[in-house]
């Protein structure tokens, strides 16, 4: 029994559904499934609206030289102040506008629209303007945080977890309705199931050949 279901596991380890084994199948069906109810954008936006006119300056912190930049682009283009020293980026601006301008970038890639790629560990596309904000903000919102500026650090924060995050997690994914996939989501879970128990009884039979008996 433990021969089967190890025979089982190597063939949930071969790309055999388009060059992707069954983990990365399955783990795409999921976020298929998921991605409408992780779209928290237009209660984003809304918050922005009711704060622009509200001035902030924050110190955001780039992962090099060259992002620094990209991030003064981004934060002009939103028309903020911004000047980069190294890997550093003073800012200075309406904090309703900035969180308008990244939920509007993230509603891009959130839909999935074209922008700049990059590849991450997993080979995956990932938009890199996004990359740049959510690096902007979430070093952002901890400078604001050490100044004891508690009420942007929040709205900094939430930009960060419920708007350019998920469309940087979602990028290339297409929705599905979990009524659509149903059958697929029902054949993943049940298969789950059984090979859980499949692998218990196999250490169970393994243990009871050696004469060890598992008792309460």
Do not use: C
């Not at 996939?181 to 879970?189: D, H, K, Q, R, S």
Request: charged letters at 25%; aromatic letters at 10%.
């Amino acid at each position: 029994m433990l021969i089967s279901f190890s025979a089982v596991l190597v063939f949930i380890f071969l790309p055999v559904f388009d060059g992707k084994n069954t983990l990365d199948e399955v783990d795409d069906l999921f976020n298929r499934v998921s991605k409408s109810s992780s779209d928290k954008l237009e209660d984003i936006e809304e918050e922005a609206q009711e704060n622009v006119g509200t001035e902030v300056s924050f110190t955001a912190t780039a992962d090099d030289a060259a992002q620094a930049e990209r991030i003064v682009a981004l934060m002009s283009d939103a028309g903020a102040q911004a000047s980069a020293q190294d890997k550093k980026v003073d800012v200075s601006g309406d904090i309703g506008e900035i969180m308008l301008a990244a939920t509007d970038l993230s509603r891009q890639a959130f839909d999935n629209e074209s922008m700049e790629v990059t590849a991450d560990k997993t080979g995956k596309e990932k938009p890199v303007p996004l990359y740049d904000w959510f690096t902007a903000i979430d070093t952002g919102q901890k400078d604001l945080q050490s100044a004891g500026e508690f009420d942007n650090q929040k709205l900094f924060l939430e930009l960060s977890e419920k708007a350019i995050e998920p469309a940087y997690n979602y990028y290339g994914i297409e929705e599905s309705s979990p009524s659509s996939e149903a059958i697929a989501i029902t054949v993943a879970l049940i298969g789950y199931v059984i090979y859980t128990l499949w692998y218990g009884f196999a250490i169970l039979f393994m243990f009871e050949g050696y004469g060890i008996k598992l008792e309460h």
